[in-house]
C-alpha cells in the first residue's frame, strides 16, 4: 500500500510538472491535480507559482499525519498546446480505465521526449508570416510587411540559438531586440520613408508579452494571487528588455548609419486585415505548436475573435469590443472542449491573442520614454488596461455561460 501510494503521489507530481512546463495557467492546473487526485483516491492540495510547484497530498480517509509534501523548482512554461493536448488525452484514458497508472507514466516520459509537431522549416516560415502578418493588420505599407518578414527570420535564428545555448537564453529578448532595431535604421536608408518602428516591432511581435499578461490578469481574477503577480511582473520585464534593446539599437544604428528620414503615409488596403488575421492565427498555432488536426480551429477562434471585436467595435467602442471578442472565443472554446474533449486552451490561446493589447503597451512605453507616437492611438495606457480588463472579464463570463466541463 506504502509503494502503491508514492507510485500514485509521483504520478501527480510528474503530471503537474509537465502542464506547468506547457503553460497551464495556475487556477486551472491547481483544479486539474485536484480531480486527477481524487481519481486516484488521493486528497491535498497545491500551490502553483511560475517558478515553484508545492504538493501536500495524503490518502484519503487516512491519519492527519500520513501526508507526503514535496516541492520543486520549475521554469516559467512555454506554450506547447500539442503536448498539452497529449497529455490531457493520456490522463483521460487513465481515469476511463483504458491504461493503467505505470502506462500512464510511460506515456508522460513518452510525451516529454517528443519534439515539436512542426520542423524548423515550418518554424522558420511561421516566424516570417507573424512578422509580415502584424505589420499588415497595422497598415503598413507593403515595403514595411516585406522588411517585418525579413527581419523575422533573424529574430528566428537568435531563437533556435537560444534553444542551444543558455548564454544566449539568458539575454535573448534584448539581443534580438538591438540587432533587429540596428538592421532596421540601415534598412531605413536603403528604403527610405518605411515605418521603421512598425519594422522593429513586427520582427520582434513574438516577444510581446501581451498574452502572459492576460493570463496573469485572469489568474488575479481567478484570486491566484501569487502566480498572477508574479507572472506579470514577469512579463513587464520582458517588455522593458525588449523596449531597452530596441532603443540601443536605434542609437547604434544612427551611429552607423546616420538619422532615418520621414515615414511615408502609404498604407496596404483596409481588407487586407482580413488575410493578415488568417495568417497571424496560423502562424501563432505553429508556434505554440498546436497539433495540425487542432490548428484549424485555432485559426478560426483568431478570425472570429477579430470578426466579432470589430463589428462591436464600431457600433459600440473597444472595450465592449474587446469584452465581446473574448466572450465569443471563450464559448467557442467550452464548447470545443466538450465537442473534442480536449483542454479549451488548444483554441483559447489562439484566438484570444489577437485581442490582446501587448503590443500597445509597448507603444506606450515608446510614447512615455520618447514622446513620440508611430501609431495614432491616444491614452494608450488606459486603453490597454482597459482592454485587459475587457479580455479577462469575457473570458469569465464565457466560463459561466458555457461551463467547461474539463479543468484544463
Given at each position: 500500500m506504502a509503494l502503491s501510494f508514492k507510485q500514485q503521489c509521483s504520478f501527480v507530481i510528474k503530471l503537474g510538472e509537465m502542464l506547468h512546463k506547457y503553460g497551464t495557467p495556475a487556477f486551472r492546473l491547481e483544479a486539474h491535480l485536484k480531480t486527477v487526485a481524487s481519481h486516484l483516491d488521493l486528497d491535498g492540495y497545491f500551490l502553483v507559482s511560475?517558478?515553484?510547484?508545492?504538493?501536500?497530498?495524503?490518502?484519503?480517509?487516512?491519519?492527519?499525519?500520513?501526508?507526503?509534501?514535496?516541492?520543486?523548482?520549475?521554469?516559467?512554461?512555454?506554450l506547447d498546446l500539442a503536448s498539452l493536448a497529449r497529455t490531457d488525452i493520456l490522463v483521460s484514458e487513465l481515469v476511463a480505465g483504458k491504461c493503467t497508472l505505470e502506462e500512464a507514466k510511460a506515456g508522460l516520459k513518452e510525451i516529454e521526449s517528443a519534439g515539436s509537431p512542426y520542423s524548423e522549416l515550418v518554424t522558420l516560415f511561421a516566424f516570417i508570416l507573424l512578422g509580415s502578418a502584424f505589420s499588415m493588420l497595422m497598415r503598413g505599407s507593403w515595403n514595411d510587411v516585406l522588411w517585418a518578414g525579413t527581419l523575422s527570420m533573424l529574430v528566428y535564428?537568435?531563437?533556435?540559438?537560444?534553444?542551444?545555448?543558455?548564454?544566449?537564453?539568458?539575454?535573448?529578448e534584448p539581443l534580438a531586440a538591438t540587432v533587429v532595431a540596428v538592421l532596421a535604421v540601415g534598412i531605413t536608408r536603403l528604403d527610405p520613408g518605411i515605418n521603421q518602428p512598425l519594422i522593429v516591432l513586427s520582427s520582434i511581435i513574438i516577444f510581446i508579452p501581451g498574452l502572459s499578461l492576460a493570463m496573469g490578469f485572469r489568474e488575479l481574477a481567478a484570486r491566484e494571487l501569487i502566480s498572477g503577480t508574479a507572472?506579470?511582473?514577469?512579463?513587464?520585464?520582458?517588455?522593458?528588455?525588449?523596449y531597452f534593446g530596441t532603443v540601443l539599437g536605434v542609437a547604434i544604428g544612427v551611429l552607423l548609419w546616420g538619422e532615418t528620414l520621414p515615414v511615408d503615409d502609404?498604407?496596404?488596403?483596409?481588407?487586407?486585415?482580413?488575410?493578415?488575421?488568417?495568417?497571424?492565427?496560423?502562424?501563432?498555432?505553429?508556434?505554440?505548436?498546436?497539433?495540425?488536426?487542432?490548428?484549424?480551429?485555432?485559426?478560426?477562434?483568431?478570425?472570429?475573435?477579430y470578426a466579432v471585436s470589430t463589428v462591436v467595435t464600431t457600433a459600440w467602442g473597444t472595450t465592449l469590443g474587446a469584452f465581446l471578442g473574448a466572450f465569443a472565443v471563450g464559448a467557442y472554446a467550452n464548447l470545443f472542449a466538450r465537442w473534442r474533449n480536449l483542454p479549451a486552451a488548444v483554441v483559447t490561446l489562439?484566438?484570444?491573442?489577437?485581442?490582446?493589447?501587448?503590443?500597445k503597451l509597448?507603444?506606450?512605453?515608446?510614447?512615455?520614454?520618447?514622446?513620440?507616437?508611430?501609431?495614432?492611438?491616444?491614452?494608450?495606457?488606459?486603453?490597454?488596461?482597459?482592454?485587459?480588463?475587457?479580455?479577462?472579464?469575457?473570458?469569465?463570463?464565457?466560463?459561466?455561460?458555457?461551463?467547461?466541463?474539463?479543468s484544463l
Open positions: 511560475p517558478t515553484t510547484l508545492t504538493y501536500c497530498l495524503w490518502v484519503e480517509g487516512a491519519p492527519d499525519d500520513d501526508v507526503y509534501n514535496y516541492s520543486m523548482r520549475v521554469k516559467p512554461g512555454d535564428v537568435f531563437v533556435a540559438w537560444a534553444n542551444r545555448s543558455h548564454r544566449v537564453s539568458s539575454m535573448l507572472r506579470i511582473m514577469d512579463s513587464l520585464m520582458v517588455l522593458f528588455k525588449l502609404f498604407h496596404v488596403p483596409l481588407w487586407t486585415v482580413w488575410p493578415a488575421v488568417l495568417l497571424l492565427a496560423g502562424g501563432l498555432s505553429v508556434v505554440f505548436k498546436a497539433r495540425l488536426v487542432d490548428a484549424p480551429w485555432g485559426v478560426a477562434a483568431g478570425v472570429l475573435a489562439p484566438g484570444i491573442v489577437v485581442l490582446v493589447p501587448g503590443s509597448y507603444v506606450g512605453l515608446d510614447d512615455v520614454i520618447s514622446s513620440k507616437q508611430f501609431l495614432s492611438v491616444d491614452n494608450i495606457g488606459v486603453q490597454s488596461f482597459l482592454l485587459f480588463m475587457s479580455l479577462v472579464a469575457g473570458l469569465v463570463f464565457a466560463s459561466a455561460v458555457v461551463e467547461p466541463r474539463k
